[in-house]
């Protein structure tokens, strides 16, 4: 069985040449295979056979013969009593028609439609966010042309799945959301993570780091740091090391998540403050250098 040329334009079969123009135009930039680089041979495949029914749909002649007898009427040469052209309709050249009906400007080096850079935007995410994962919704308004070829504003919701781990700087790619111009394909629309500040936590890549002020006292004899965890859980850590002034102390397990395998994670690595008296007595001194050796 043939092609059915107003299923691949979407159209009903009294179709007007402006319905035709309007459909042609939606499909072709859409399939158009520079703008389809992943699927390159669907894309060459489905933007053939929308070129091909535009082709025929739109003349006169080749829509009455298709319409009367189908695609192999076309194909295979005039139909009885037809004093038309005999040669067999053979389709032109995708490209050619996509020309023609865009203007030179599109294909005038024969490089396809020209597509601008991505469009950045940040996107802030607090600790948290990052730490145990979020969803994101991003309204947007862009400039399209519509398949008649005028420019209108469009919005549009997005939806960002923030994996847990991510860092700052980690690019999510909305292919064609950003502006269209005249002639052009839309440019690429790209988030860009930012990390907000923490009241407690600072990152180092997968590392989580905090300080901590112990007292003298702290730091001779022991002492337990109690924390809440940045997804909200009680830690307890015992440090029972003599903490000189910079001693960090590493709890393994309780950094932020790895993007490639969420459950394993970086460390936690505290770094202690010794907060000494500021004035000690006679007694207190001597009793400090007899415990201490001096």
């Not at 319409?67 to 040669?87: F, I, M, R, T």
């Not at 269209?180 to 907000?196: G, S």
């Not at 112990?214 to 809440?228: D, K, N, P, Q, Y």
Request: proline letters at 8%; a negative charge; hydrophobic letters at 30%.
């Amino acid at each position: 069985m043939g092609l059915d040329y107003y299923e691949i334009l979407t159209l009903e079969r009294g179709a007007t040449e402006d319905d035709l123009k309007k459909a042609y135009r939606k499909l072709a930039m859409r399939w158009h295979p520079d703008k389809n680089p992943n699927d390159k041979d669907e894309a060459e495949a489905m933007f053939k056979q929308i070129s091909e029914a535009y082709e025929v749909l739109s003349d006169p002649e080749k829509r009455q013969v298709y319409d009367q007898y189908g695609e192999e009427g076309l194909k295979d040469g005039p139909a009885p009593g037809s004093a038309g052209n005999p040669d067999k309709f053979n389709p032109r050249n995708a490209e050619d028609i996509f020309a023609e009906f865009f203007g030179s400007s599109p294909f005038g080096y024969g490089d396809g439609l020209k597509k601008p850079p991505p469009v950045e935007s940040r996107l802030p995410c607090d600790l948290h966010e990052l730490y145990t994962g979020s969803t994101r919704k991003m309204k947007i308004s862009r400039q399209v042309v519509d398949p008649n070829g005028r420019m209108r504003t469009e919005s549009e919701i997005l939806t960002i799945e923030v994996q847990p781990g991510w860092r700052k700087g980690t690019k999510i790619t909305f292919p064609d959301k950003g502006n269209q111009q005249m002639n052009q394909l839309p440019a690429d629309l790209v988030f860009v993570i930012d990390e907000k500040p923490h009241d407690v936590f600072s990152r180092d890549g997968n590392d989580l780091t905090m300080g901590h002020c112990v007292t003298l006292a702290e730091a001779i004899g022991g002492t337990t740091v109690v924390l809440t965890t940045v997804d909200g859980r009680t830690l307890s850590v015992p440090v029972v090391c003599i903490v000189s002034p910079g001693y960090e102390h590493v709890v393994e397990g309780e950094g932020m998540p790895i993007a490639r395998d969420p459950s394993i994670r970086g460390d936690l690595k505290i770094k202690f403050e010794v907060k000494f008296p500021a004035k000690l007595s006679p007694e207190q001194r001597e009793a400090l250098k007899h415990v201490l050796g001096g």
